[in-house]
């Protein structure tokens, strides 16, 4: 059956594209999991300001993908990769280059809400208190800024210190957005954060991250072509480890290139 979806906001033109800095420049990268070549020759650029959607289906590389960008990659056994990826300029693979600086600028959210087992506080706290700042005023402000940045400080202020795992699932996740925004990242990562949510949450955090582009770079992986759709900026069809399409989002799903987009976008397959 063919997916139908809706453009529920006006595209962004090339020129309003052309002025902006380029975040992040993937060349010729390519990904192997021991003998399986995960991922194959990707050149994507990604600028600021903008959300970038990740679709394809299952297996196409995706998560792989975007935990190259932050190098998690480098955590799951026997990976080797060439190419290049930079950095607001800088080759994040390069010896000098140390992982904590690279996630202190990338900061990730995950698709199920992995809170810290502490309090509302706390979690937003931890990232700053690691990065030394313990005057309780300074951190208390960061708190509040990144809870209203995430759109829940209104549901949680008279409850900070409760656990956090008392929190609904939609909101967990916009507290681990919150989380991540208390270190103030330049580039947010978001692995499906709305797979495990429901429908009201999902739209919470859709809106939320049509505020958060105002400041931030987003790249998110979704299952969701609808999703995609109303939200980026941009979007790149991952298909078997290779980018198969990748451009403005309204023209990828209202005019895609190539057929094999065209198919998988109305569901032909996937
Ligand atoms: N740690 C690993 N070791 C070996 N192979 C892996 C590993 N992680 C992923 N793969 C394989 O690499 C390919 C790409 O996986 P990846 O998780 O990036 O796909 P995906 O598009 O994110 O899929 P999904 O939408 O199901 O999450 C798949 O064939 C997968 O089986």
């Known amino acids: 059956m063919g997916v139908t979806v809706i453009m529920e906001r006006p595209h962004m033109n090339i020129r ?20 399986h070549h995960a991922l194959k020759n990707i050149n994507l650029s990604f600028y600021e300001n903008e959300i970038t959607a990740i679709i394809g289906p299952s297996g196409c590389g995706k998560s792989t993908y975007i935990k190259t960008l932050n190098r998690m990659i480098e955590l799951s056994p026997n990976v080797r990769i ?17 992982v904590e600086e690279l996630r202190a600028s990338v900061g990730m959210v995950f698709q199920k809400p992995n809170p810290f087992p502490k309090s509302i506080y706390d979690n937003v706290a931890y990232g700053p208190r690691i990065h030394g700042i313990r005057n309780k005023s300074v951190l208390d402000d960061i708190v509040e800024k990144s809870l209203r940045a995430a759109a829940l400080w209104d549901e949680v202020k008279d409850r900070l210190h409760e656990h956090a795992h008392m929190l609904s699932g939609g909101q967990q996740q916009r507290l681990c957005i919150a989380r991540c925004l208390a270190v103030e990242p330049d580039v947010i990562l978001m692995d499906e954060p709305t797979s495990a949510l429901d429908p009201v949450s999902t739209a919470k955090i859709e809106e939320l991250m049509q ?6 770079s987003i790249i998110i992986v979704t299952h969701n ?13 991952f298909l078997n480890g290779e980018v198969i399409e990748f451009g403005d989002t309204h023209q990828l799903f209202s005019n895609p290139r190539d057929k094999r987009t065209e198919d998988y976008i109305t569901g032909r397959f996937g």
């Open 225 to 237: 072509m609808q999703q995609a759709a109303r939200i980026s900026d941009k979007t790149a069809f």
């Open 82 to 98: 060439t190419g290049e990826i930079s950095y607001r300029g800088r080759n994040i693979f390069d010896r000098s280059y140390h």
């Open 211 to 216: 505020q958060l582009k105002e400041n931030y």
């Open 16 to 35: 309003e594209t052309a002025k902006k800095e380029m975040v992040y420049h993937t060349n010729q990268l390519n990904v192997w999991y021991g003998e």
